[in-house]
């Protein structure tokens, strides 16, 4: 494929000015150059523009949102969901990816009058998923922007916390592999001291918490692990129970944007190892892993459309559970059907533990094997 933003100009120019994908929920979303957009005016962290797709001059009822590209027409005939192209590289080229895939390979429906002179063909779009960025409320604005304002303090708190130290080391994490992966920890005293009143507020249910930091085509999260009321010794299995009661902390708790845990999507490499949990993403690369190709899914699901065209192979190491099994066989056939090269890493049959995480603790360096087995399989590929 060419580079991809001459391809939409191309495919702009001749004769339909629009490119429209739908999505399998009957979502459309069109796929806009930065130059089509009717003299857009900077507010900041949004544009806004006259809307060129319904036409509009009155009032610029565009408006697009800079860091992610994704914009909504507010006029209510109208309401049209775009994406500028140029300012979401990743997502608008695997859109078009998929787009041409589903201009040579499927079967055009013939919807169009016969008499008709032969219009451009409609488009046909393979089903993927799509995120749409929707509306985030504003105190899930303020608990991201102050968690990442404390994002220093919270490593410093994980560099000095004996306690989420010592949880780390049972789950056989080594803490200097957590810090380098981003792994923050919040105490109650960071939020006790006289200066954080308004932080408390927002902050109450991070408390107590180990933060993995998420990415996403959207920006940066973070997802929390709760300790409460873990002490040392305690198996993990009854950790979990103590927290499934009813009244308790949620186990697990994302930000708005949430995403993987991993490096940024546009800097994965060709080759990326997909795992479910956070802990397994820390165990594979505690165990020599190299840490840009492993991606926790961390609770997000898997969109193709936030891998970059450089990914070309993807390693399935799901849990190996019921719900892993039947997750991994879902998930190959979505990335095949991508056009993505895709392997699926055994889980061996073991009873000792479900993710790799347990299984780890129990078993040490020779419980991946298969994960090395499949690291020099894409190696020799
Ligand atoms: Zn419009």
């Known amino acids: 494929m060419k580079d991809f933003l001459s391809e939409v100009t191309l495919a702009k120019t001749a004769k339909t000015p629009m490119i429209t994908i739908s999505t399998p929920q009957g979502k459309q979303i069109e796929i806009v150059l930065a130059s089509e957009l009717c003299q857009p005016v900077d507010m900041g962290a949004h544009v806004q523009a006259y809307c060129h797709l319904h036409g509009s001059d009155h009032q610029r009822s565009l408006s697009i949102k800079k860091m992610t590209g994704w914009g909504h027409c507010f006029n209510t005939a109208c309401q049209a969901t775009v994406l500028v192209a140029e300012w979401n590289r990743p997502v608008a080229q695997r859109l ?47 608990e991201l922007h102050i968690l990442c304002a404390l994002d220093g303090q919270m490593r410093w708190a994980l ?28 105490p109650s005293a960071l939020l006790d001291r006289p200066e954080m009143r308004k932080e408390r507020e927002v902050l109450r249910r991070w408390v107590d918490r180990l933060l993995f ?58 080759t990326i190892f997909l795992v479910e949990g956070a802990f397994d993403r820390l165990t594979l690369v505690a165990a020599g892993l190299p840490a ?90």
């Open 292 to 381: 840009p190709e492993i991606v926790a899914l961390a609770g997000t699901a898997m969109q193709v459309e936030w891998l970059p065209v450089q990914v070309k192979t993807v390693v399935l190491a799901l849990d190996g559970d019921d719900g892993g099994k039947e997750a991994s066989s879902r998930l190959a056939d979505q990335l095949a059907q991508a056009g993505l090269c895709v392997q699926v890493c055994q889980f061996g049959e073991d009873t000792l533990g479900k993710d790799w995480n347990e299984l780890w603790q129990h078993l040490g360096q020779q419980s991946l094997a298969p994960v090395f087995e499949a690291l020099s399989e894409t190696l020799s590929a």
């Open 213 to 270: 930091p998420l990415n996403s085509p959207f920006g940066r999260g973070y997802i929390g692990r709760s300790l409460w009321p873990w002490q040392p010794g305690m198996d993990e299995t009854i950790h979990k129970a103590l927290l499934e009661r009813p009244g308790s902390p949620k186990r697990w708790i994302k930000t708005n944007p949430a995403g993987w845990f991993g490096v940024e999507c546009e800097q994965l490499p060709d």
């Open 96 to 142: 078009l990816h998929v787009y041409y895939q589903g201009l040579t390979s499927a079967a055009l429906p013939s919807y169009q009058a016969p008499h008709l002179p032969s219009r451009p063909r409609p488009y046909v779009v393979q089903p993927l998923l799509l995120p749409l960025p929707k509306t985030i409320p504003a105190w899930q604005k303020q």
């Open 159 to 186: 560099a000095h916390s004996q306690r989420a130290q010592l949880y780390l080391r049972e789950r056989g994490i080594p803490l200097n592999s957590a810090l380098e992966a981003g792994v923050r920890y919040m």
